[in-house]
């Protein structure tokens, strides 16, 4: 395998530059562990830990190492492990709220060019729910895809398709059944040779009958890596970036299987919304009791659904409140700061608890 292989473009190469002067290597995150992070060189995989310098000068947790991220390792003599010295600039990533912490960001995948929004049709789909999927893909950067799994379940999937796609904006819509294997052709021009797919959607939708799929008889089984706990003991954990054999690369980690809405980007997923409110005759319109509202009248006639308006206020105010947090953040920066190596380990141990 080659850097090429796992994901390595001209933007990494570029951002890589300085401490390539250093003698420093590149390799990517394809797992994180109790205590280090599985890396690939492309070559070989190897076990990695932040260094002093990186944890300290880390503004906030988002600043660490995240499964899919690119960093800048160097040997340490003796130990068999690297040190990652630095974490690349991201193309693209996936972000949600720490639990139980000030509101503040967690990168939860990072550098997946799309990402695929997979939605059981053993039921009807949900659309309030792939919405909030579609805002976080676009707050992430990278390209969304929703995959209309469990199509074998569905007396009329044509249907349930066309549902989704009057929600779904300029994402691309497969029909697809991962346990037949019927539509699973149709993810071809997504799993190209050095791309990365992120997985998201809750349990049970069909993620790991699709990587099984694709990796057709090469069993989970390979994707594991092996740590050392703090006893010495060994442990094993599935990897969470790995490459299938169409030469892609998959993102399935339990943090992308929770994913929180992270301040998205509501603008675009509403953009029919927005084109309605630019008919009201007001431009600073609350669509309260203005004359002239638009937005009213096309709730009146049906030509805007209630639950969809009532969806877009959700987020509307679910986006404030992160705001609210962001603001409050500057005060709160130097104490983030001086926890954040306590908060991290935390985050490690509630990380791992839900993997075993
Ligand atoms: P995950 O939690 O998202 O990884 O979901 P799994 O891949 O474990 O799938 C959950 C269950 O749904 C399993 O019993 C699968 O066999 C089943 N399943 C997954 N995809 C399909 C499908 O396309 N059609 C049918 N009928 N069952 C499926
Ligand atoms: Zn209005």
């Given at each position: 395998?080659?850097?090429?292989d796992?994901?390595?473009?001209?933007?990494?190469?570029?951002?890589?530059?300085p401490?390539?002067?250093?003698?420093?290597?590149?390799?990517?995150?394809i797992c994180?562990?109790?205590?280090?992070?599985?890396?690939?060189?492309?070559?070989?995989?190897?076990?990695?830990?932040?260094?002093?310098?990186?944890?300290?000068?880390?503004?906030?947790?988002?600043?660490?190492?995240?499964?899919?991220?690119?960093?800048?390792?160097?040997?340490?003599p003796g130990?068999?492990?690297?040190?990652?010295?630095?974490?690349l600039?991201r193309?693209?990533?996936?972000?949600?709220?720490a639990?139980?912490?000030?509101?503040?960001e967690q990168?939860v995948?990072?550098?997946?060019?799309?990402?695929f929004?997979?939605?059981?049709?053993?039921?009807?789909?949900?659309?309030?729910?792939i919405?909030r999927?579609?805002?976080?893909?676009?707050?992430?950067g990278a390209?969304?895809?929703i995959?209309?799994?469990k199509?074998?379940?569905?007396?009329?999937?044509?249907?349930a398709?066309?549902?989704v796609?009057?929600?779904?904006g300029?994402?691309?819509?497969v029909?697809?059944?991962?346990?037949?294997?019927?539509?699973?052709?149709?993810?071809?021009?997504?799993?190209?040779?050095?791309?990365t797919?992120?997985?998201?959607?809750?349990?049970?939708v069909?993620?790991?009958?699709?990587?099984?799929?694709l990796?057709?008889?090469?069993?989970?089984?390979?994707?594991?890596?092996r740590?050392?706990?703090?006893?010495?003991?060994?442990?094993?954990?599935?990897?969470?970036?790995?490459?299938?054999?169409?030469?892609?690369?998959?993102?399935?980690?339990?943090?992308?299987?929770?994913?929180?809405?992270?301040?998205?980007n509501i603008?675009?997923?509403?953009?029919?919304?927005?084109a309605?409110?630019?008919?009201?005759?007001?431009?600073?319109c609350?669509?309260?009791?203005e004359?002239?509202c638009?937005?009213?009248?096309a709730?009146?006639?049906?030509?805007?659904p209630?639950?969809?308006?009532?969806?877009?206020?959700?987020?509307?105010?679910?986006?404030?409140?992160m705001?609210?947090?962001?603001?409050?953040?500057?005060?709160?920066q130097?104490k983030?700061?001086?926890?954040?190596v306590?908060?991290?380990?935390?985050?490690?141990?509630?990380?791992?608890?839900?993997?075993?």
């Open positions: 395998m080659k850097l090429a796992m994901g390595w473009d001209d933007f990494f190469a570029e951002a890589f530059a401490y390539e002067k250093d003698g420093l290597k590149p390799a990517r995150v994180e562990l109790r205590h280090a992070y599985a890396l690939h060189t492309g070559e070989e995989e190897i076990l990695g830990e932040c260094r002093g310098k990186l944890l300290h000068s880390a503004s906030s947790r988002s600043a660490l190492p995240a499964v899919g991220d690119w960093v800048a390792v160097r040997p340490r130990s068999g492990r690297m040190d990652i010295l630095a974490v600039p193309k693209t990533k996936f972000s949600r709220r639990a139980g912490e000030h509101g503040h990168v995948a990072a550098n997946a060019d799309a990402l929004i997979f939605v059981a049709l053993d039921r009807n789909p949900n659309l309030r729910k919405e999927y579609l805002a976080v893909a676009r707050q992430s390209e969304p895809v995959l209309l799994n199509a074998d379940l569905n007396t009329d999937p044509d249907l398709a066309r549902a796609r009057a929600i779904a300029e994402a691309a819509i029909v697809l059944s991962a346990e037949t294997g019927r539509g699973c052709n149709l993810l071809k021009p997504w799993l190209k040779r050095g791309k797919v992120a997985l998201l959607g809750p349990s049970g069909g993620k790991s009958t699709l990587v099984n799929r990796m057709r008889d090469e069993v989970q089984i390979v994707q594991e890596v740590d050392q706990d703090a006893k010495g003991r060994h442990t094993t954990t599935r990897r969470e970036l790995f490459v299938v054999p169409s030469g892609a690369l998959m993102i399935d980690t339990p943090g992308l299987r929770e994913l929180q809405l992270w301040a998205s603008g675009d997923t509403f953009d029919d919304i927005a309605i409110a630019l008919k009201c005759r007001f431009s600073n609350k669509h309260h009791t004359p002239g638009a937005i009213r009248t709730l009146e006639s049906g030509e805007l209630r639950e969809r308006w009532d969806s877009y206020h959700k987020l509307r105010a679910e986006q404030a409140e705001k609210r947090h962001l603001a409050a953040r500057p005060d709160r130097e983030i700061v001086w926890k954040k306590s908060e991290n380990l935390r985050a490690r141990y509630r990380f791992d608890a839900r993997q075993d």
